[in-house]
């Protein structure tokens, strides 16, 4: 009998081990490439523009093209990519020109960071010095910074979010802020199931844009993400409310609040785990109303992808952090 059972046993234990193995490579993997990327925007910074300018502009990129079918995905440590009229120059004949020499002729951007005389609008090392070089131009202050940003991105939302992504940088000091939590203490009790496209009614018909998690009154609401309190005050339909921007493009809205946390204030950041309100039931109404519903948080998401924003989903995300955070208990 137990002959018989050795081999399936055998596997078992087998595909838990290399489970176990290509879990632990793929977190080598990621933090490989932190330190590689690290590396690119540590080597191209200076006193004018500092590391983190550089991530946030890198780490806007590759969030863009993430949700963007329009954008090539570019892979490796550096998602940073240009037109061809901004790397060779508008007026340059040759769009695909890699000479640095002629493209600098021409007035392109495009500069040769790995010393073998091209600009390559494949190569790392290129497009990281073209990029602070192109920075440097415009100064070293945080206005000067903004204006670059505006100049090449034009939309100011594509600006304030990059300078949110560089603050955040700025305040970790470190590139690993990819960990979350749920946003209720997961020893409360509390229920909470997908209603994502649920009809609402007042203030007009709407599908709902989030999933409403049940607790009790006072139970602490807490930061899912490493990120800045970019709004935080009343609004009729959510009542007492916070959003958080974080470093992904995603904004984080919390809904039907009690009360904030004395400690958070707009513009403050946060991070995982972090209490910032409190279950109640408010909104539907002027300033101040509460009691039209059962006590709850509403937990909306929304992406922005370089255009325009949208509101997906949270149900998989939250399920994925409250298994994550009983784990840890």
């Known amino acids: 009998m137990f002959q018989s059972l050795r081999y399936p046993i055998f596997l078992v234990l087998s595909f838990f081990a290399l489970a176990s193995v290509a879990t632990a490579e793929s977190e080598q993997s990621k933090e490989q490439l932190l330190i590689q990327r690290m590396g690119y925007y540590q080597q ?20 863009i093209q993430q949700v963007r079918n329009d954008l090539k995905k570019r892979e490796g440590p550096i998602a940073l990519q240009f037109s061809d009229a901004f790397w060779v120059g508008d007026l340059n004949p040759v769009k695909n020109d890699r000479l640095s020499s002629a493209i600098s002729f021409f007035g ?3 500069m040769d960071g790995s010393g073998d005389g091209k600009a390559d609008l494949e190569n790392n ?40 992504i560089a603050q955040i940088y700025q305040h970790f000091e470190t590139l690993d802020l990819d960990q979350h939590a749920f946003p209720l203490p997961v020893g409360n009790d509390y229920s909470y199931r997908s209603t994502w496209g649920s009809s609402r009614g007042w203030g007009g018909r709407r599908m709902h844009e989030g999933t409403d998690l049940y607790a009790s009154y006072g139970v602490p609401v807490r930061s899912t993400t490493y990120g800045v309190i970019e709004v935080m005050g009343w609004n009729d339909f959510g009542g007492w409310r916070i959003g958080i921007r974080d470093i992904h493009n995603t904004y984080h809205y919390f809904a039907h609040l009690s009360h904030f946390n004395k400690g958070v204030k707009e513009g403050h ?38 255009r ?18 009983r784990k840890a208990m």
Do not use: C
């Open 44 to 63: 191209y910074s200076n006193p004018s523009v500092p590391w983190y300018f550089l991530a946030a502009v890198d780490k806007y990129e590759r969030n």
């Open 108 to 110: 392109g951007n495009g």
């Open 125 to 164: 090392d290129d497009l990281m010095l073209t990029l602070s070089n192109y920075l440097i131009k415009y100064g070293h202050s945080e206005n000067d910074f903004k204006k670059a940003l505006k100049d090449y991105y034009v939309r100011d939302e594509a600006v304030r979010q990059i300078m949110i």
């Open 269 to 306: 950041i946060v991070e995982p785990g972090m209490i910032i309100g409190y279950v109640g039931s408010s909104g539907y109404g002027k300033k101040g109303t509460s009691g039209k519903f059962p006590p709850h948080l509403h937990y909306g998401m929304y992406k922005f992808n370089g």
């Open 308 to 325: 325009i924003e949208w509101a997906y989903d949270p149900f998989p995300s939250l399920k994925h952090w409250e298994i994550e955070d």
